[in-house]
Nanobody, 126 residues
Framework: VRLVQSGGGSVQSGGSLRLSCSAS????????MGWFRHSPEKGREFVAA????????NYADSVKGRFTISRDRAESTMYLQMDNLKPDDTAVYYC????????????????????WGQGTQVTVSA
């Protein structure tokens, strides 16, 4: 499975951005997808996850109510809509996919994922 990210950029506090993650070369093997972010201050942290077949998404407390994860199975694409962005959201964001048939619990841990996107920078200024 190959994951290609798009979106991101710079925005002022309170603004919005949308990230996309397109899966190819074996998208039918996906069990779930998620978003993580990495910053020098906090390291890599979980943001959100969703099962490929649907169901309630899982969010980090820090983004709950502001970020929305979704996926379009027909397009093999996952999205992260980020609203009311804060400077603390500044990070490199990574999408990830968990392979079908492998162990998957909550989607909150990096080890649950087997494929990663290239990362995209999100910068929020005060």
């Amino acid at each position: 499975v190959r994951l290609v990210q798009s979106g991101g950029g710079s925005v002022q506090s309170g603004g919005s951005l949308r990230l996309s993650c397109s899966a190819s070369l074996g998208a039918s093997r996906i069990q779930a997808m998620g978003w993580f972010r990495h910053s020098p201050e906090k390291g890599r942290e979980f943001v959100a996850a969703v099962l490929w077949i649907g169901g309630d998404p899982n969010y980090a407390d820090s983004v709950k109510g502001r970020f929305t994860i979704s996926r379009d199975r027909a397009e093999s694409t996952m999205y992260l809509q980020m609203d009311n962005l804060k400077p603390d959201d500044t990070a490199v964001y990574y999408c990830a996919a968990a392979q079908r048939g492998r162990d998957y619990r909550s989607g909150r841990y990096e080890l649950e994922y087997h494929y990663w996107g290239q990362g995209t920078q999100v910068t929020v200024s005060a």
